[in-house]
């Protein structure tokens, strides 16, 4: 920061862009999310941006300082606090806001078959080296990619460094950018494979006291004290359990192990040249920084089969030095600070281009020899612009830049997270990427802290720092648990008929101690810790974990469930045999709560700008209804008995609640004025493993997906129809099947004519398991009409005439007959007609017997002429080319209009859609954007304007006159709400009213709910009903639909 103390800064925004100087680098977003106090490790960060994160955070530290600021203002004065007046709601705390838990019943345990399920390891294909090279294909080359997407833009490649990046993201530093061109592959498959190829709990050994005083030697002059706390700490976590936690993607793989009792972490990092297992101790007081580093380590030969196969080395604490020699080559070029512009004594400063690196004859050991001349990388993403990349020798011994070397190294600096920037030294390592939270850098040697390179070819002294590995006797590693019970269904799950009924999948029990579970004086089970601020209690009866949550509780069960795969019979869709899945009516408020109804509101200080609002006590009711609807994957857990050794067994329970994503599926169905070929609709399932970058596979090879070749059927076997009665020309044989396929489709009669299928899929995902259920529900509609798709030239605009002209002359026939057989039966009376006007008006909309027909605007005056040319005079043509047109119409020309032709472009006109709110009732225009909030309005405004018809029929006026008839203090009252009070809102919750929840009064107590989230697809419910998608499974013909 430019002012305070180091270390000190104020509030960040997210306008804001702050720099940290120690690390010569921004602020990222999840360290915003982390000062401002989010938990980080509840949080499904996958493919959020970095703007996102920020975004997220908003002001960090807000919540950390002001909350403590609240806090300490509480705590003073809350002896004079009183109760609020409406304080009396039930007791429970926040909790009460959601209501009580559900009481859910599930179903099918008994039938539940036992197997065992392997966590040994499972080995891989090949070798090792082969696993390295899989490993570069699907790696995280760019950081929009994030946690398990593969980026469909052209990843570019730096010459020199090696850093990756997108065209999108790439910037600055400007490094020396070429295509990258080798083949690409999801990530799901490489943690799969992964997962399968390690043992989900190791157990640690061979790090006992006595093991690391053989190892201690000769130490440095008052470093005993040192070495004896450091040898307490890193022995404790001999014998300990580390159970699979997580897989972290980066331009590193690391499959991370965690402990139980000392918090230590044990990673298996994986490149594209090495495997290298670290072992990590938490830090201690003062000896914080001799546990920055791993304190031991295993590297994996490349031709080995076992990943857990090799011989350990524990790092020593205290570093052996020696003096090294620094020479400076090539050319004179600026210096980092002359580059950016610093003025005064960075001002024209220079550095070599070329630092040539030599040994002693003498030097510890290493995991490499560093000597070499090491050229600089002025636009690489160096920091300070100071990184260097050894040079390769040839055959010849020469040395020259060599963009193949397998095992570059470089000399960089690397700083510190915090303390001072004299205290950052310059290192030698394989990688030199961006370190992401809780990664480390395997660092061959240090430089000593402070030391820059300078502008002299004069050979310098410099001291250089090294961690000597000493080799332990035995392995460290081996399998500590190779397997645990599991139950399964032997058959596909029943459906439930009520949506309080999961039904059991599988069932898990698995050793406590793995779990890191603490054992409380009431003999029930802690998972956590105290310092994650997140626990939670296992007791003997089944408890259901809330899988938002859930993520901190989950990762203490990673190690097995990550080994749990779904039965074979589950992952195909399987139809439900149960075909109403509703209890009392056709829609379930419980699992899919009807959204809250939009009032219209004036904007406060204005009287010309109408906002849209939800009803307070309507979207009370609504946000208790999603927050305690039942989830459709649950997760339960519960300790088992104690056994015979005094330990106790963890138990996982998975169950399904099909009814409930049934009613969400079927929630999403578009209302439809069809006639339904099957009183109820369809309903199917399954269960698959959770894939987020299965959608993006196709993108990996640069092309459009694949999709099966469309083929329309011929209609030469078809029936003709006869030519059109007022035709004046005969229509061709190939004309005459098209047009008879086009009756039978107006035809509702017709038996022949294939159902339309809406269909609507709603899907729960639980990343944790890597489970994934989707819920399908189908509805059979007779829909008429279709799409002529006919070759250009075929007659497709005549084919169409010669279908208005057979509907009409039909329907004159018809009414023809209808008014002969009623001539006869009208009574006779002696005072003067009483008969009423006729109804032109059904559900408050004009019915008229005309033919519409829209076209584009440059079409106008050519289909008129079409008409008359194939029809004649026989029908009476009304046009609508302009807004002056429908000012001038009468309700009696609509009705006497044989076939209307209208523009199609008007109506998107922003003069239309003025006059149409004008006509609704409204001086304001509909909002612009698509939506809810949009069909909302129009809907408002069409139920207006059935009053406003009824008024052109009865007045017999023009809608122009109409128009001017209204007064300005008319409009916008017809929707307009008064006196609304937005705190009404807070009575729903403080009352615990459960009203809308129920499907009807006859509903037991059943009806109270948890306090839990709906799944992320079920939010699919917040889009209009009438934009749910639906999917057609006719076979349509070559003049056929394509709905």
């Not at 078959?113 to 390891?121: D, I, Q």
């Not at 989900?200 to 005993?224: F, N």
């Not at 960075?346 to 040994?359: A, E, G, H, M, P």
């Not at 809102?985 to 809308?996: A, P, T, W």
């Amino acid at each position: 920061t430019i002012q305070g103390p180091p270390g000190i800064c104020s509030c960040l925004t997210p306008s804001g862009d702050a720099f940290l100087t120690s690390r010569v680098g921004p602020i990222v977003g999840c360290e915003t999310l982390t000062l401002q106090g989010l938990p980080i490790d509840d949080l499904l960060l996958t493919r959020e941006t970095e703007d996102n994160m920020i975004d997220l955070a908003g002001n960090a530290m807000s919540s950390t300082v002001v909350g403590a600021c609240i806090l300490s203002a509480i705590l003073t004065c809350v002896s004079n606090l009183k109760a609020a007046p409406w304080s009396s709601r039930p007791s429970g705390g926040v909790a009460s806001v959601a209501g009580p838990p559900l009481d859910l019943d599930v179903q099918g345990d008994d039938i539940l078959e036992h197997h065992t399920l392997n966590l040994g390891p499972g080995g891989i294909q090949g070798t090792v080296g082969d696993m390295l090279k899989e490993s570069k294909k699907c790696a995280r080359m760019c950081m929009c990619e994030g946690r398990d997407v593969v980026t469909e833009r052209q990843i570019l490649v730096c010459e020199r460094c090696k850093h990756t990046s997108c065209v999108k993201c790439a910037g600055r530093p400007e490094h020396y950018y070429a295509m990258y061109t080798s083949p690409r592959t999801a990530p799901h498959s490489f943690i799969n494979t992964m997962k399968r190829a390690l043992a989900t709990c190791i157990h640690v050994c061979g790090l006992s006291r006595k093991s690391l005083d053989q190892l201690q030697g000769d130490l440095p002059a008052g470093t005993e004290r040192i070495w004896d706390k450091w040898a307490a700490v890193v022995s404790s976590v001999d014998q300990e359990y580390f159970t699979y936690l997580d897989t972290e993607r980066g331009a590193v793989w690391r499959m991370v192990y965690r402990g139980g009792k000392s918090g230590a972490r044990l990673e298996l990092t994986i490149t594209e040249h090495h495997a290298e297992w670290l072992l990590f101790v938490p830090p201690q007081g003062e000896l914080s920084k001799f546990f920055s580093q791993a304190v031991a380590r295993m590297r994996v030969s490349p031709n080995s089969t076992d990943f857990m196969a090799g011989r350990w080395e524990v790092i020593m604490p205290t570093p052996t030095t020696f003096t090294l020699t620094v020479q400076g080559e090539g050319d004179l070029v600026d210096s980092h600070e002359a580059r950016i512009g610093l003025r005064g004594p960075f001002q024209n400063t220079k550095r070599y281009s070329s630092l040539r690196v030599t040994l002693p004859s003498k030097t510890p050991t290493m995991a490499c020899d560093i000597a070499g001349v090491y050229d600089l990388m002025e636009n690489c993403d160096g920091a300070c612009g100071i990184i260097y990349k050894r040079r390769s020798q040839d055959a010849d011994g020469d040395e020259a830049m060599t963009d193949r070397d397998s095992s570059s190294l470089y000399l960089f600096l690397d700083p510190t997270k915090c303390g001072k920037v004299s205290e950052d030294p310059m290192v030698f390592a394989y990688t030199h990427h961006r370190l992401s939270s809780n990664e480390t850098r395997s660092i061959i040697a240090h430089l000593a802290p402070g030391w820059r390179p300078i502008a002299s070819n004069e050979p310098i002294d410099v001291k250089c720092m090294v961690y000597e590995g000493k080799k332990l006797d035995a392995s460290c590693l081996s399998v500590a648990l190779d397997s645990c019970s599991v139950w399964t269904s032997p058959r596909p799950v029943d459906v439930a008929p009520g949506c309080l009924q999961p039904s059991a999948v599988i069932k898990c029990r698995v050793s406590s101690s793995p779990c890191h579970a603490t054992r409380t004086s009431s003999g029930n089970l802690v998972l956590g810790s105290e310092t994650s601020g997140v626990q939670f209690a296992v007791g003997p009866s089944w408890t259901k974990l809330d899988l938002k949550k859930a993520n901190t509780t989950f990762m203490s069960f990673a190690w097995f469930t990550q080994r749990i795969t779904l039965p074979s019979d589950v992952t195909s869709w399987i139809p439900s045999g149960v075909k109403n899945p509703f209890t009392h009516s056709d829609r379930c408020d419980r699992c899919a709560p009807s959204l809250p109804e939009y009032i219209w509101i004036m904007k406060p200080g204005s009287n010309k700008e109408i906002i849209p609002l939800e009803e307070p006590k309507d979207a009370a009711r609504y946000e208790r209804a999603v927050k305690v609807a039942p989830e459709p994957l649950v997760v339960e857990l519960r300790r088992s008995t104690t056994t015979s050794d005094d330990t106790m067994d963890i138990e996982m329970r998975i169950s399904t609640n099909l009814s409930s994503i049934f009613h969400r599926a079927h929630a999403l169905l578009p209302p439809t004025n069809h006639a339904l070929v099957d009183a109820s609709p369809m309903f199917s399932w399954r269960l698959v493993e959770y894939d987020p970058s299965a959608d993006l596979e196709f993108t990996l090879a640069r092309k459009e997906p694949v999709h099966e070749p469309y083929y329309i059927k011929s209609n030469k076997q078809d029936a003709s129809a006869s030519q059109p009665p007022n035709g004046r020309f005969p229509l061709r044989p190939e004309q005459l099947r098209s047009l008879q396929w086009m009756m039978d489709r107006e035809d509702t009669d017709h038996q022949t004519n294939e159902p339309f299928i809406e269909e609507e899929v709603v899907e729960s995902s639980v990343r944790q398991l890597g489970w994934r259920l989707e819920g399908k529900a189908e509805r059979r509609v007779l829909v008429r009409g279709g799409i002529i798709a006919d070759q250009v030239g075929y007659g497709k605009t005549i084919v169409c005439l010669a279908l208005v002209d057979h509907a009409l002359t039909r329907a004159r026939e018809n009414k023809a007959s209808s008014s002969s057989s009623t001539s006869g039966s009208s009574s006779s009376s002696s005072g003067p007609s009483d008969v009423s006007r006729p109804n032109l008006l059904r559900d408050g909309r004009l019915v008229s017997k005309a033919t519409l027909i829209l076209v584009p605007g440059h079409l106008m005056d050519q289909w008129p002429s079409e008409i008359t040319k194939f029809l004649g005079e026989q029908w009476n043509v009304l046009q609508i080319k302009t807004l002056t047109n429908i000012n001038s119409l009468t309700v009696a020309q609509v009705m006497e209009a044989d076939i209307i032709v209208c523009n199609l472009r008007l109506f998107s006109s922003d003069k239309y859609i003025r006059h149409f709110s004008r006509f609704a009732g409204g001086r304001h225009g509909i909002p612009e954007k698509e939506g809810r909030m949009f069909d909302e309005f129009y809907k408002k405004k069409v139920d207006y304007m059935k009053v406003k018809l009824q008024q052109l029929i009865n007045a017999e006026i023009t809608c122009k006159e109409l128009l001017a008839s209204i007064k300005e203090d008319e409009l916008d009252q017809s929707y307009i709400t008064q006196n609304v009070d937005v705190r009404h809102k807070h009575e729903v919750y403080k009352k615990g009213s459960l009203s809308g929840l129920q499907n009807n009064d006859n509903m037991e107590d059943e009806d109270e709910d948890e306090d839990e989230d709906m799944d992320d697809a079920s939010k699919k419910r917040k889009r209009p009903a009438s934009k749910g998608k639906a999917k057609t499974k006719a076979a349509d013909k070559d003049v056929g639909t394509d709905p």
